[in-house]
């Protein structure tokens, strides 16, 4: 644990936060993509040690929220099958679909399962045979490797009641759509460590080129995110745009092959559609061809849902940074971590319901002196 | 959703109009798993359900145990259901678990536990040697706590229609005079104890129930705290609130005693006794040891004064060797849990919705 504890040590913090305000000479607005990263800095109050020049946006990385409200509608929809269980990560339990969610789907006698690995709904598949196994798989290159061992191992047993929901989407692709919004105020990424640890940073000189944006690569721990921060803003005030790996104990340049060549042959590159935002090209994976006698979408005919979002939710222009949280008349009215009408208000990662809280942050920074 | 309802002799209305259930309708037509998390749902039950209906025009904070008095004198009186899954445990069983929780419920009022009722509601198919073990478990933990188990009831349901076993226990116990002890005695200055490592309970079940093996075994903190209670009492008479921190942890306990007084309640991320282990299996799980179920460790409120004789007191106890002081009452920001960041920043700890789940990365 100590190898994790100097990573949070609050003397240094303090130190790299007066450093990043000497730094800093003007406005910034630095998006942090994932959504570990927001977590991080909302749980640990990073935010506030930083100058008020320094914005930090709230990115598309979290799974939860970008999750299509259609993808969820199949999901529940599946999940109510009889015979069928549904195996998800906790948190997208109680993400809603039109009408209800996972929660409820148990509640009304679907088998809905919490599991903590996609080869746990393997296993369940083999304990039962005459049962239909489905898992959730979604999210971002972080959790695809081993939701791509879990179908490449059910094919291998040749389990036939094993299959999975797919809506895997991918940083990069976004990224390059963030930059070309005409409405972008983005200046510098913090990418997310996690990610590049499985796919390596070779995806983003280019990117960091084309858009004239520095990327820094960056963990989740307090200093991670304080020194990438520190690293990013260092590069725009000289006017640079560079790639720096600031997370390289865990990130190298290539990635692991090992996991990509299992990527590259479990996954085809697709459009896919991102809650909130729409369709951006070849932004997700979908399950190749060889194995698509293994998808949920094709085994229990779903394709056809289509669905309709809140007309008041602005949270995919939140996802995008084109406007903050509060900016939505909804924010902290209709819409509150108790009542939310967009994905970014339910998920713990979401920038809606990290605002939601913050906002109480900044009214008890009035009270509250600063250390 | 708008539902009222009227009972047959018209003597109380129920109203649900402003039961704001969360996702997706915001309203749950059916009980969900989070309606028994100890969290907003479980609240929402309690106060727009069951206390409109039990106690109508009551609005007492909501404790552990209620004091009644009797001819003079004063009894704790306190329920329990044990649901708990799995019925065996690192630490303990079902059986002991409805003996200290029933325990620690009265002693959290200052009472001295007296007697214990059990009710085990049995699955048809139960294997009777898993029953012999969990009923020896809880007759040993009864004995260790000086508490007798009174009289009790026996029920079996069909198979599929039960978990194995479900006890559940009511607790009477003694009052002191001198002894007042209540959430909203909270007062600004106090400051806030805990009388050991917190999430313990919470991540053994966790690693029993999901199958997941970690490199050090977690043992549940399982106890029954009355003979604490009394240390702590006999050093400091004067305690303002005690609460067990169970289901929901110790950000539910803090943030009910926070809403019950209105008060603010700080607490240092710093000073949280959480070994290492624990913290270890939360980050792994995406979860926060604050709101992690502890079953052995109690929450203290006591006049700042009152601070360092209350911090010795429960040190000088078994089970309160690593007791430290964790935060304090203030005046700023009533009804919230705050908390000084390992970085010496702020944040607010709110009242989850319902349980805690797991992260996908």
New interface residues.
């Given amino acids: 644990?100590k190898y994790l504890t100097e990573f949070?040590d609050?003397e240094i913090?303090?130190r790299m936060a007066a450093e990043i305000r000497q730094l800093t000479t003007r406005p910034w607005a630095i998006m942090e993509v994932c959504g570990?990263q927001t977590h991080s800095i909302?749980?640990?109050?990073?935010?506030?040690?930083l100058p008020p020049e320094v914005e930090l946006i709230h990115g598309p990385g979290c799974?939860?929220c970008v999750t299509p409200l259609e993808v969820i509608d199949k999901a529940l929809a599946i999940a109510a099958m009889p015979g069928v269980i549904f195996c998800s990560?906790?948190?997208?339990?109680?993400?809603?679909?039109?009408?209800?969610?996972l929660?409820?789907v148990?509640?009304?006698g679907g088998d809905v399962r919490?599991v903590?690995s996609p080869l746990d709904a393997v296993a369940l598949a083999r304990q039962n045979p005459d049962r239909q196994v489905v898992f959730f798989g979604?999210?971002?290159e972080?959790?695809a490797p081993a939701n791509a061992m879990a179908v490449h191992v059910a094919k291998t047993e040749g389990l036939r009641n094993f299959s999975m929901l797919v809506s895997h989407v991918l940083v990069p692709p976004a990224i390059d759509a963030i930059m070309r919004s005409p409405t972008n105020r983005v200046q510098a990424f913090l990418a997310a460590g996690?990610v590049c640890s499985v796919m390596g940073f070779w995806q983003y000189p280019t990117l960091a080129s084309t858009h004239h944006v520095p990327i820094v690569i960056t963990g989740f721990e307090?200093l991670d995110v304080l020194e990438g921060i520190r690293r990013t803003i260092a590069q725009l005030e000289r006017g640079e745009h560079a790639v720096e790996n600031a997370y390289a104990r865990v990130v190298t340049f290539d990635g692991n092959r090992t996991a990509q060549e299992l990527l590259e042959q479990v996954f085809t590159v697709s459009d896919r559609s991102w809650r909130g935002i729409g369709v951006i090209p070849a932004s997700g994976w979908r399950l190749s061809d060889a194995y698509r006698d293994y998808d949920a979408e094709h085994r229990f005919a779903v394709s056809d849902i289509r669905t309709q979002e809140s007309t008041v939710c602005r949270s995919g222009e939140v996802l995008q940074g084109t406007i903050k949280p509060t900016a939505c008349s909804a924010f902290g009215e209709r819409c509150t971590?108790?009542?939310?009408l967009g994905a970014t208000m339910?998920s713990?990662?979401g920038a809606c319901a990290a605002y939601f809280?913050y906002g109480?942050?900044v009214?008890?920074?009035r009270?509250?002196s600063?250390? | 959703m708008t539902l009222s309802i009227t009972t047959d002799d018209g003597r109380a209305t129920i109203s649900m109009d402003e039961w704001?259930c969360?996702?997706?309708?915001?309203d749950?037509p059916?009980?969900?798993?989070?309606h028994g998390g100890g969290g907003?749902l479980s609240a929402e039950l309690v106060t727009h359900l069951f206390r409109p209906a039990f106690a109508p025009g009551d609005t007492s904070a909501l404790t552990d145990s209620t004091v009644l008095t009797l001819s003079g004198n004063r009894i704790a009186c306190t329920t329990d259901t044990f649901v708990v899954q799995p019925l065996e445990f690192p630490g303990g069983t079902i059986g002991s678990l409805a003996v200290h929780g029933t325990v620690n419920d009265l002693a959290m009022s200052g009472a001295r536990p007296i007697a214990i009722t059990a009710g085990f509601i049995l699955e048809e198919g139960l294997p009777m040697v898993r029953l012999a073990r969990i009923v020896h478990d809880m007759a040993r933990a009864a004995r260790e706590a000086g508490v007798s188990i009174v009289c009790g009831d026996t029920k079996v349901v069909e198979r599929g229609h039960g978990d194995g076993l479900y006890i559940n226990t009511t607790g009477i116990g003694l009052l002191d005079p001198d002894v007042h002890i209540a959430p909203d005695r909270a007062a600004v200055g106090d400051v806030v104890l805990i009388s050991g490592f917190i999430g313990d309970h919470g991540m053994a079940i966790m690693s029993q129930r999901?199958g997941?093996e970690f490199e050090t075994a977690i043992v549940s903190d399982s106890a029954a705290l009355h003979t604490l209670v009394a240390s702590l009492l006999d050093a400091v008479p004067d305690v303002h609130v005690l609460r067990d921190p169970t289901r929901g942890g110790v950000a539910t306990s803090l943030n009910e005693i926070a809403d019950d007084a209105q008060v603010g309640i700080s607490i240092d991320e710093?000073v949280l006794p959480i070994r290492?282990e624990v913290?270890?299996a939360c980050e792994i799980?995406?979860l926060d040891p604050l709101f992690v179920a502890n079953e052995g460790k109690l929450l203290a409120i006591v006049p700042a004064e009152a601070a360092n004789a209350a911090l010795s007191a429960l040190r000088n106890h078994a089970l309160g060797a690593d007791a430290a002081i964790i935060g304090e009452v203030v005046a700023?920001?009533p009804g919230?849990l705050?908390a000084?960041?390992?970085?010496?920043?702020?944040?607010?700890i709110?009242m989850p919705?319902?349980e805690q789940?797991?992260?996908?990365?």
Wanted: aromatic share 4%; net charge positive.
């Fill in positions: 644990m949070r609050g913090a303090q570990g909302m749980r640990n109050g990073i935010d506030q040690l799974p939860v990560f906790g948190d997208m339990l109680r993400v809603p679909g039109s009408d209800r969610d929660f409820r148990k509640s009304e919490i903590y979604i999210g971002f972080t959790t996690h307090p971590p108790r009542t939310p339910v713990s990662e809280n109480h942050t009214q008890l920074q009270v509250v600063r250390p | 704001n969360p996702l997706p309708l915001r749950y059916a009980i969900v798993m989070g907003q999901e997941l710093r290492s913290r270890a799980l995406g700023d920001h919230m705050v000084r960041t390992g970085l010496g920043a702020r944040r607010v709110t919705i319902g789940l797991p992260r996908i990365c």
